[in-house]
C-alpha cells in the first residue's frame, strides 16, 4: 500500500489537510493506497493558485496550448501501461476494457482538443449598424471547477479538463475518494507537458467537505459536474448562490427500442453489449429493453444464454468480460433493487443473485415482465441489470422510450429506413443510435435532456461551455457626435456632426 499525497495544487503534489482515506480494489477487497484528503481550505488554495494562473495562459497564443497538449497525449500514451494498471485495480473493470476503451479513448479525446485548441474562431461580421464594424470574440470563461465521477475516472477527468485547457481555462478537479489514481497521475504528466504551474489542479475528497467546497465557492466561473441527477441538483443549487455557470451531465435510463423488423441477432448481441459495459455503471447503459411482441421470446431466450457466456470474474485475467462493480456498499444497493423487483412479481430470468466469495461481483441480470411503473423500470440501476418489456407497435414504442425523466441516450433496432428517422426524430434524448448502443467518439458531443442534465462534454460543442461570447464593436466613422446622442442631449447639432471629427 502506498501513502499518495491527494491534491495536485501548483503544479506539485500537497496533501490534503482533511483525513486519510484508504482506497480499495473492489475485486479483492484489498487496500492499495492511503490519501489525504483535501479540506475546504485546500479547495480555497488550489483556486487561488488557479485564478492567478488563468491571465497567462488565457492569452497563450492556441498554438502553444495545442503543443502542450499533444505533448500530453504523448505522455498518456507512452504512461499507458500505469494507467491501465491503476484503472483496473481502483475501480475493479477488466483490464480488456481499460486498455481497449478507456486509455485509448482518453488519449484520443486528449489529442482531438489539441486539434481544437486552434480553432477556437470567432465571427467577423459586416457593419450592421453601417457606422462600426462587429467581431464576435470567444474567450476563455475563467477559472473552472469540476466534479467527477467513479465509473470512468480517467475518461472523466479528461473530458472535464481537457477542452477547459484548450480554451485557455484554469481547472479545480476533485474526482471521487474511490478512484483519485490516475486523475493525479494525468495532472503530473501535464505538468510535465507543459501546462503551467496552477492551472490544473486536483483536490481529492469526499463530496460533502471538498465537493461543497467547490460547488459553493465564490471564485469560480463555470461549475461542471458528472454524477447522479440527486447530487447534480445540488451543486446546481449550491453554484447558483453566486451566479456560477453551471453544465451537468447525470444519470440515465436508456431505451433500447426493438421493432418487429429488427435483425434479431444484433439485437440481442447489442442489449447485452450495451447493458454490461463497465458493469453497467454506465449513464448511458442500455437498461431498458422495449421489444415488439412478435420477438419478444425470443429475445428473452437470446439475451439470457448470451449473459450466462459472459465471464465475470478477475478483472486482471485477459479472459475476463467483466469485473467487479466498484465497492460492495453498491453492489449490496443494485442486489437490493433486484430483489424488490422479484418480490414485486417481475420475472429473473438469469443471475440476480450475490455470488459467493470475496469482492463486489454481481451476475449479468435479466429481468422479464416488467412493469412502466415498477421501480426497476423507473430509477437508475448503475449495474449489471437489463430489463425487458413490450410494446405494442411503433407509436406504443416510442411513447415508452420517452416515458422517463431522463433524456441521455437511446437506440432503435430497424431495418426500416423511416422507422429510423422516426426514432432520432421522437425519442428525447442526447444520443440515439439506429442498431447500436454505446459508442462513443471524440468528435461528435456527449450530454443529455431532463434529469440528465444539460451542455457538452466532447466534440467542438464542448468548447462552448469554456468559452464566452463578446460583440465587439468599433466605430468606423471618426465622427465625435453621434446621431443617437440625441437620445441623451438634444442640443446636439445634427447638421455640424460632420465636422466634428
Not at 470574440?137 to 484548450?166: C, E, F, H
Request: glycine fraction near 10%; hydrophobic fraction near 45%.
Amino acid at each position: 500500500m502506498a501513502n499518495i499525497p491527494g491534491c495536485w495544487i501548483d503544479g506539485r503534489a500537497v496533501d490534503g489537510g482533511g483525513d486519510r482515506y484508504e482506497v480499495d480494489d473492489p475485486a479483492t477487497g484489498a487496500v492499495v493506497a492511503d490519501v489525504g484528503l483535501a479540506t475546504a481550505e485546500d479547495v480555497d488554495s488550489a483556486l487561488a493558485h488557479a485564478r492567478s494562473a488563468f491571465p497567462s495562459w488565457s492569452t497563450a497564443t492556441p498554438a502553444h496550448r495545442s503543443a502542450v497538449l499533444m505533448e500530453l497525449a504523448r505522455l498518456v500514451a507512452a504512461d499507458a501501461e500505469n494507467f491501465v494498471s491503476e484503472e483496473v485495480t481502483q475501480t475493479g473493470k477488466s483490464t480488456r476494457l481499460a486498455t481497449e476503451f478507456d486509455v485509448p479513448g482518453s488519449i484520443d479525446n486528449i489529442e482531438f482538443f489539441a486539434g481544437a485548441a486552434r480553432h477556437l474562431d470567432g465571427k467577423a461580421a459586416a457593419e450592421y449598424s453601417g457606422e462600426h464594424t462587429s467581431v464576435i470574440r470567444r474567450d476563455a470563461v475563467g477559472v473552472v471547477g469540476s466534479i467527477t465521477p467513479w465509473n470512468y475516472p480517467l475518461q472523466m477527468a479528461v473530458w472535464k479538463a481537457i477542452p477547459a485547457l484548450a480554451a485557455g481555462c484554469s481547472i479545480v478537479l476533485k474526482p471521487s475518494e474511490l478512484t483519485p489514481l490516475t486523475t493525479l497521475r494525468l495532472a503530473r504528466l501535464a505538468t510535465e507537458a507543459g501546462v503551467p504551474d496552477g492551472v490544473f489542479n486536483v483536490v481529492t475528497g469526499t463530496g460533502v467537505d471538498a465537493g461543497v467546497a467547490l460547488s459553493s465557492h465564490a471564485g469560480l466561473d463555470l461549475m461542471t459536474f458528472t454524477g447522479s441527477t440527486p447530487v447534480g441538483r445540488r451543486v446546481m443549487a449550491q453554484a447558483a448562490a453566486h451566479g456560477t455557470r453551471v453544465q451537468l451531465e447525470l444519470g440515465g435510463k436508456a431505451p433500447l427500442v426493438v421493432f418487429d423488423d429488427a435483425d434479431l441477432d444484433a439485437a440481442i448481441h447489442g442489449a447485452v453489449a450495451g447493458s454490461l459495459i463497465n458493469g453497467g455503471q454506465d449513464c448511458t447503459a442500455a437498461t431498458r429493453a422495449i421489444v415488439a411482441e412478435s420477438l419478444y421470446e425470443d429475445f428473452v431466450a437470446g439475451v439470457a444464454e448470451l449473459m450466462g457466456r459472459v465471464v465475470v470474474g478477475d478483472p486482471r485475467d485477459p479472459a475476463t468480460d467483466m469485473g467487479s462493480l466498484i465497492s460492495v456498499a453498491h453492489r449490496d444497493r443494485v442486489a437490493a433493487m433486484v430483489d424488490r423487483a422479484r418480490d414485486a412479481g417481475a420475472r429473473v430470468v438469469t443471475g440476480g443473485r450475490v455470488p459467493e466469495g470475496r469482492g463486489a461481483f454481481y451476475p449479468p441480470t435479466l429481468i422479464a415482465d416488467v412493469g412502466e411503473q415498477d421501480e426497476i423500470y423507473r430509477d437508475e440501476v448503475f449495474g449489471p441489470v437489463l430489463t425487458v418489456s413490450t410494446h405494442h407497435g411503433d407509436d406504443d414504442a416510442i411513447r415508452r422510450a420517452n416515458d422517463t425523466e431522463f433524456g441521455l441516450a437511446a437506440s432503435a433496432w430497424t431495418r426500416d429506413l423511416y422507422r429510423a428517422g422516426r426514432a432520432t426524430r421522437e425519442i428525447a434524448a442526447g444520443c440515439v443510435w439506429i442498431n447500436d448502443h454505446i459508442p462513443i467518439i471524440s468528435e461528435m458531443p456527449h450530454g443529455g435532456f431532463g434529469a440528465s442534465g444539460f451542455g457538452k462534454d466532447m466534440s467542438s460543442y464542448s468548447l462552448d461551455e469554456y468559452l464566452t461570447v463578446k460583440h465587439v464593436m468599433t466605430d468606423i466613422t471618426g465622427v465625435a457626435r453621434k446621431p443617437w446622442h440625441r437620445t441623451v442631449f438634444a442640443s446636439v447639432d445634427a447638421a455640424t456632426q460632420g465636422d466634428a471629427r
